[in-house]
């Protein structure tokens, strides 16, 4: 049911249950025996992805490498999460969420990054680092929001976020 809710919702964001439950084969009343509401379900595929989101993170290796290419690392994969997710505000890499348990996990490692970035030198010293998350996140947010009303491409979008991402945290712009 979570992997056609996710597929369904990543094209329909306003589906209902009826056709998610369409779209998985199963009738409404078995989607509603395993979630109460519909805010339940999205919830559920929420935190599926948030979590998968995650691993990918733990996969990209963040803690290896100079700082930079982490960072170019990190941004790609929550661009793949924008792509792939239902509800592209909710999930992802930099999600907005009014859940601060899901974001956390990911906020702390961007945290740990650019503290690293920045004792090696390859970052700006002179910004707290909290604060550069927190730009990170806002500007990530605009990028996204730039393609889902159209204004960008998702390749547009990702080229001009990896530069201001590395143009925020002082470091090298010439990433391929």
């Avoid at 996204?144 to 470091?171: F, I, K, N, Y």
Wanted: charged fraction near 25%; aromatic fraction near 6%.
């Amino acid at each position: 049911m979570l992997d056609a809710a996710t597929r369904l919702l990543a094209t329909q964001p306003d589906a209902g249950m009826a056709a998610i439950a369409a779209e998985a084969g199963v009738t409404r009343q078995t989607v509603y025996a395993h979630f109460a509401s519909r805010d339940d379900l999205i919830n559920a595929v929420v935190d599926r992805t948030t979590g998968q989101a995650a691993e990918a993170m733990r996969a990209a290796d963040l803690d290896s490498g100079p700082a930079t290419d982490a960072l170019v690392r990190m941004l790609d994969v929550g661009w793949r999460f924008f792509r792939v997710s239902p509800l592209a505000h909710h999930v992802g890499a930099f999600a907005r969420q009014r859940d601060e348990d899901r974001q956390f996990p990911i906020n702390e490692r961007l945290l740990r990054l650019i503290t690293r970035g920045q004792r090696a030198g390859e970052f700006d010293g002179e910004v707290s680092p909290q604060w550069l998350v927190t730009a990170i996140v806002a500007v990530s947010h605009a990028a996204g929001d730039e393609v889902r009303a159209g204004r960008m491409t998702q390749p547009q979008a990702q080229a001009v976020l990896r530069d201001s991402v590395l143009r925020l945290v002082g470091g090298s712009v010439n990433i391929p």
